[in-house]
């Protein structure tokens, strides 16, 4: 997703768009929930899975902690195995290295895997401004860029459309027959059409899941195997990995492996789990390292943690907003609860209202293969974003009420009769229109007296 092709409009706004489709709404939260499930099944058949948790963390914390060792380790063995490595400090720096690579080929037929990387460097919309046109291979990724949408989850792209959706989609793109929505006649058009991009291809980029350090090999996972199709096939891969995706061992991906394909979709391995070290004889091979904003946030000590994601998006499908606001209400790449604390790095601004879609349940937390503690990382970021000023002059007003009535029993308990007189006599007053915590809930019928009026009846009737 690019904030380009988005409007700048903030969560909540975007949200409410997305709920008003009710039925799509229910079908979205349902299925992402139903994913959650998969995940914890998985999960629990592991009797070491806190252990794995634990062990990740661990790793990541460390490799954290001596960054630039591994990265100089991981470039040295990396260039001696044959891989032209390049560092890009931000994303116009990795676009203009990823276009002088093309350019320097001379290609023209390119095919992209799944790389959030580049959906946060906006690498495709960069080339096209160039005259280049990348095809996303990913059978998610490629419905949402046939429909010139941005993936509203890291995973699972197009999660937020029905087969329905698709089915038009192919039909106007691809000519499948009108009004057949079978998923297997949809996928063997779409493979159809994908294996003659594959077989044209002159360049294959590719994201980078694990960088290893002490052997200059990388991993690249996909469900579909179109990573490895595309490189297969083309003469020139480019691979581009955000700095974070470094490991120091090649025998830490026995416990990444593990987590990440149970924790993204409850599976026990990711089907294609390809370790590339080197390239084939005729092939040239590209590595672009990025920083965009990631050095800032190593620097964060509230944060930090963040780095250590390996973008399972378990938080999202167990998120209770994510799951019923969608993923393109989060205006950003990588959106739900991780891209609520990783996207404020980048541009405070912009993000500010991303660590308030949240209820701060800690479910995201309590999922997270790498234990990052997101939603206390979301909680520090709201103080962040009312230190730095970017919270409505209504909101800050607000909260400074609720501290005064908190403050003050003798004015908490007027309030608290006003507003139980105000919901009995006046209830339109309280109605949608000026009221958005109603839009969406039946409220209970308020009580006759307050729970203190109720106490100190209790204690007098013997
Ligand atoms: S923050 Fe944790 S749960 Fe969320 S995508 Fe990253 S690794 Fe997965």
Redesign the pocket.
Known sequence: MTTDRMPREKHAVLAEKFIANEQRTDWHDQTLWMVRQKRDRAAHGLPEWEQLREWASAIKAHTLSQLEQYLLEFEERAIANGIRVHWAADAAEHNRIVHGIISQHSATHIVKSKSMLTEECHLNEYLLQQGITVVDTDLGERIVQLRKESPSH?VLPAIHLKKEEVSHTFHEHLQTKKGNYDPQYLTAAAREHLREKFIDAEVAITGVNFAVAETGGFVVCTNEGNADMGVHAAPVHIACMGFEKIIPKAQHLSVFLRLLAR??TGQPITTYSSYYSRPRTGQVMHLVIVDNGRSRQLGRSDFRN?L?????????NTCPVYRRSGGHSYHTAVA???GSILNPNTDLKVHADLPFASTLCGS?SN????K?D?HEQLWKWRQVVAAEGYVSGGKKMGMKGMALLFAHPVLYRIAGGMGRWVMHKLPGLLHRRYNPWYKQREMPAPPAKSFRNWYLQQKKTP
């Open positions: 890291i924790s993204a963040s250590k994601c390996i973008r399972c998006a378990a938080c999202f739900g609860p991780i995201c999922v997270c293969p790498v990052i997101i």
